[in-house]
Every structure is written in C-alpha cells, then in structure tokens.
C-alpha cells in the first residue's frame, strides 16, 4: 500500500502561484511514475502532469504548460506542482496519484494509489 497526502491548496488571486506537494509513505520502494490530476465537480479527471520514477521524462497539459511545473524529489519521497499564473479556469481540486509503472503518463488508469485532493481556488 502506498498512502499519498497532498498539500498547499488555498484560494489565490489571478496571476499567482502556488506550490502543491504531495508526500508519499507506506511501501514507497516500487520505482513508480507519478501525476497530478484535477478535477471539478461533475467533470471528467484530467490529467495535469506527470513524471517518470527518475525524474527524466516529464509531459504537461497544453492547458497549463508554460505555467506549471511537475518535479520531483525521491529522497523526501515528494513529489511537487508549481504552478505560476494561475487563471479562474485553473479552479479544482487537485490530486496527485502513483502509477502501476515507471511512467504513467496522462491516462487515469495507469495510476492505483490516489490522494484525497487538495482544494486550489483562484479568483479573478
């Protein structure tokens, strides 16, 4: 089992940053890809970014490349999202997850761990 717990959500107006974090415990010795997703209410998941176990293959949305950033440090087993000039249309709930492999890339399946959400409002 690994527990993944995410972090730094919160209400920010347009044009800010936020960094969200996502700490992971329990049986973390699999060299598992990882992303972050986010969803509204009533919407499908998206994928926002993903990473490979080694850090060397990243790949963003169209929607928020040039914007954010997805990295990650496997000695804090930690994984983060930068996200610079947030829009309204940024407002979800985001949730970082664990995929089965070494890469997961955008497709929700490829992942089986899920944290609980981290709540990121912008305001215009």
């Known amino acids: 089992q690994v527990q993944l717990a995410e972090s730094g959500g919160g209400l920010v107006q347009a044009g800010g940053s936020l960094r969200l974090s996502c700490a992971a415990s329990?049986?973390?010795?699999?060299?598992?890809?990882m992303g972050w997703f986010r969803q509204a209410a009533g919407k499908e998941r998206e994928n926002v970014a993903a990473?490979?176990?080694?850090?060397?293959?990243?790949a963003h949305a169209n929607s928020v490349k040039g914007r954010f950033t997805i990295s990650r440090d496997n000695v804090k087993n930690t994984v983060y999202l930068q996200m610079n000039n947030l829009k309204p249309e940024d407002t979800d709930v985001y949730f970082c997850a664990a995929a089965r492999t070494d890469y997961g890339g955008s497709y929700y399946r490829n992942y089986d761990y899920w944290g609980q959400g981290t709540q990121v409002t912008v305001s215009s």
């Open positions: 329990g049986r973390t010795s699999g060299s598992r890809g």
């Open positions: 990473i490979s176990w080694r850090g060397g293959t990243t």
